[in-house]
């Protein structure tokens, strides 16, 4: 198994480092904050059909996160990671089994509830990397 460096979220609200990645469907609860899905006003799609162009809402789950709302069709899960000081959110379903990145998709999560406040030292909306492209796409859009 190849290992990266991850922070992650823990009980005390604040972020600790781990090496591997946690098996997301196992691992994660299924209970969160509900938040809201913010997108570019025009309806252009950047996610490339991402997690987020096809919600308005989704729950933030993990250790440390307040377990009030259920996931489902509707709000599906997203969890909090964090690459030096950058913070976002991922989909804990990633269905995509191909070899590829996930990346920004152009979308963001955000609540006016003061528990979300407390996830970002900031409390900005989090960018969500919600879009897959697979090596060879990212190789020739990236030329």
């Known amino acids: 198994m190849k290992?990266?460096?991850?922070?992650?979220f823990n009980e005390e609200n604040t972020y600790s480092s781990r090496t591997e990645e946690p098996d997301h469907k196992d691992d994660m609860p299924t209970k969160g904050l509900l938040v809201n899905v913010y997108r570019n006003?025009?309806?252009?799609d950047?996610?490339?059909?991402?997690?987020?162009?096809?919600?308005?809402?989704v729950?933030?789950?993990?250790?440390?996160?307040?377990?009030?709302?259920?996931?489902?069709d509707k709000s599906p899960a997203v969890y909090l990671d964090k690459i030096r000081d950058h913070i976002?959110?991922?989909?804990v379903?990633?269905?995509?089994?191909?070899?590829?990145?996930?990346?920004?998709?152009g979308n963001f999560i955000?609540?006016?509830?003061?528990?979300?406040?407390?996830?970002t030292a900031?409390?900005?909306?989090?960018?969500?990397?919600?879009?897959?492209?697979?090596?060879?796409?990212f190789d020739a859009l990236s030329k």
């Not at 006003?41 to 252009?44: L, N, R, S, V």
């Not at 379903?93 to 998709?105: R, V, Y």
């Open 88 to 91: 976002f959110a991922s989909p």
């Open 59 to 72: 729950v933030i789950v993990g250790p440390g996160i307040p377990e009030i709302f259920s996931a489902n």
């Open 3 to 8: 290992l990266k460096r991850h922070d992650t």
């Open 93 to 105: 379903d990633k269905t995509k089994e191909l070899s590829g990145i996930w990346m920004f998709g």
């Open 41 to 44: 006003a025009k309806g252009d």
């Open 122 to 137: 900031d409390g900005n909306p989090i960018p969500v990397h919600d879009r897959f492209e697979s090596w060879k796409t």
């Open 110 to 119: 955000y609540s006016t509830d003061s528990r979300f406040s407390k996830l």
């Open 46 to 57: 950047a996610s490339a059909e991402g997690l987020t162009s096809k919600v308005t809402s």
